[in-house]
């Protein structure tokens, strides 16, 4: 199993940036796909969610509205579309699955987003 995360920068508040996760080793169509992130000194969050066959999704509060999960199982890829930026986003933000292949949730490296003026 291996999740590759991408897309993660520099940006000043209120822009954008899109996050890509590629996952390779296990049959990503029927996973579960998750977003995390984790800021300096802070509990890790979850962002989001996508179930498989992309029939439901959910977000944290903090991100409802200005973010978007979504994933393109032909190309075994997860992103993350993320609007309206602020400097509390600024996090390692991680992509994770869950499934058969992945019962404990496996996880990627993480990417980094900076959010700054």
């Known amino acids: 199993v291996q999740l590759v995360e991408s897309g993660g920068g520099l940006v000043q508040p209120g822009g954008s940036l899109r996050l890509s996760c590629v996952a390779s080793g296990f049959p990503f169509r029927g996973h579960i796909m998750r977003w995390y992130r984790q800021a300096p000194e802070k509990e890790r969050e979850l962002v989001a969610t996508?179930?498989?066959?992309?029939?439901?999704?959910s977000y944290a509060d903090s991100v409802k509205a200005r973010f978007t999960i979504s994933r393109d199982d032909s190309k075994n890829t997860l992103y993350l579309q993320m609007n309206s930026l602020e400097p509390g986003d600024t996090a390692l933000y991680y992509c994770?699955?869950?499934?058969?292949?992945?019962?404990?949730?496996?996880w990627g490296q993480g990417t980094q987003v900076t959010v700054s003026s």
């Open positions: 994770t699955a869950w499934g058969s292949s992945c019962l404990k949730e496996c």
């Open positions: 996508i179930t498989s066959g992309s029939y439901s999704t």
